[in-house]
Structure formats: structure tokens, C-alpha cells
């Protein structure tokens, strides 16, 4: 399909792992982004990861890219309240009318963390 | 703090109206882009603007424009305003027109609209 696909909640407790899962739809996109949107707040860049690479770890995130079933993976470890907030998978595509990339945006994944 | 400041943060207005939504990109970048979100569509981009100039049109309505000022503040405008354009308006902008993959955009805080 068209649609950069995000299952829309997560439940974790703190201390645990969280994973949001993503599955994009342009296998010639070069990054792949996770961005944070906090309460009231816009969307934050959190990390991304280049095409060629399968993982990427940055302190407590990693990223899992699968370039064969175009599914892409942000794991939280020791998740804390702090890290409430709704998460965006977006994918960069050409608009090759205009010659400019543009990013599009799964839905967002709610992830809720439990005291 | 993104450096991307958007006005006003609330507005509410009635069906039919016209409203402006307004836009100051962080210092030093050319381009704006402007989206929507709401919660059956989710993060919608509509249009980019370079150094003055329409880049990019995404899912952009024809009841809805936008332009950029040569400060590059930008403006959104939307006339005819339906029930169904309440949603919340991101602006983002970055110091590329999109030329290269790698497209770090940063959001402002967004224009909650509601029609009634």
C-alpha cells in the first residue's frame, strides 16, 4: 500500500523495554526517521537510520531496519514516564515532479508508560 | 525548543470563515513546510516553500494557500472552512530546499483550529 503502517498504542511499565514497530512503503528510501511528539508539543527528531545500515544504537534507543520486508523497529530500554508520548515512523520520498524530498508519516504509535 | 515559532496557538472560528495561520522558521533556514494533523488522517504534509518559492505541493486543498514572505515567515491560509478541517497545523522548516535525502525538518509547536 501507500501507507506507512504504526500499530496506534503501546502499553509498557517502567523499567521494561518498549518496541514500536513500523512497516514503510518506498524500498528506494535512503533514512528512515522516529520522531517524538510530547503533549502540546511538535514533532522532535529522535534518531534515524541510514539505508545501509541494519542497527543503530544511540544511549537508551536502537534502531532494527529490514530492508527485505521494509520493516523498521525503535526499541526504548528501561523505559521511563518521560518517554509517554506519541512516536512517528517516517519514510523520505522524492516528489520527483518538484526535484525535493519529502517526508511521510505512519499515523504515530501512543506509547503509554505505567508507574 | 525547536526555534520554529507558529501563531496563533488556538484558534476557533465558525464554518465558512477564513482564517491565517502564521510561521517563523528557525534563523538561517530557507525552507517551510507546512502539515496537518488530525486523528483518522494523521500527519498530512501539504506544501513547501524555498527562499520565496512553492516547492513542493503534498494533499493540499484547493480552498487552502500558502506563501512565504521575504523575511521567509510563511502563512497558511484557509477559506471555506469546513467541520472536517479541525486539526491541529505543524509548520517545519530546515535550511535545505530537500534536494538532498537526508531532510532534518523542525516542527514549531502547532495551530490548534476548531470549526464549529
Redesign the interface.
Known sequence: GEDVEQSLFLSVREGDSSVINCTYTDSS???LYW?KQEP??????LT?IFSNMDMKQDQRLTVLLNKKDKHLSLRIADTQTGDSAIY?CAE?R??S????????????TKLSVIP | DSGVTQTPKHLITATGQRVTLRCSPRSGDLSVYWYQQSLDQGLQFLIQYYNGEERAKGNILERFSAQQFPDLHSELNLSSLELGDSALYFCASSPTGGESSYNEQFFGPGTRLTVL
Not at chain 1, 40 to 45: D, M
Open positions: 528510501s535512503t533514512y520522531y502540546g508539543a511538535g514533532l522532535q527528531l534515524y512517528f523520505i522524492l516528489y515532479g518538484a526535484g525535493s524530498y519529502q517526508l511521510t508519516f505512519g499515523k504515530g
